[in-house]
């Protein structure tokens, strides 16, 4: 999976969303869930303007998404490499002992399951 991280999701009176403006890898499943807060960002916007593609409604919904789109984008790719990697000694026990952690702690685990509900 090639993470894609564009420089701009616009350009003059263009917006892209979902897919085309950003990608994570598919074992978390939110590449849709981004896409949707895409969709609900943008759409919010655009129902405060009289300009659809005024160019600081679009660098308004780049600076709004930016943040979001990276930290999933960090976390599935992190996630991936994490798992992937079996070559260092003591990997999978670590890998345990972190998965046992967020399990015993309520706030880690709700705030994981809050970020990953786009909430």
């Not at 160019?55 to 789109?69: F, I, P, T």
């Not at 990276?70 to 998965?99: E, H, S, V, Y």
């Amino acid at each position: 999976m090639i993470k894609r991280q564009p420089k701009t999701v616009i350009s003059q009176r263009v917006a892209l969303i979902g897919d085309a403006a950003h990608t994570v890898h598919p074992l978390a499943g939110q590449g849709v869930n981004l896409g949707f807060a895409d969709v609900q960002c943008l759409s919010n916007l655009l129902a405060q303007s009289s300009d659809i593609g005024s160019w600081s409604l679009l660098k308004q919904y780049q600076r709004s998404r930016l943040l979001a789109v990276r930290m999933m984008q960090q976390g599935c790719d992190g996630l991936f490499r994490l798992f992937a990697n079996d070559n260092l000694p003591g990997i999978g026990w670590l890998r345990n002992q972190g998965l046992n952690l967020v399990d015993c702690s309520w706030m880690i685990k709700n705030r994981l399951i809050r970020q990953a509900m786009g909430l």
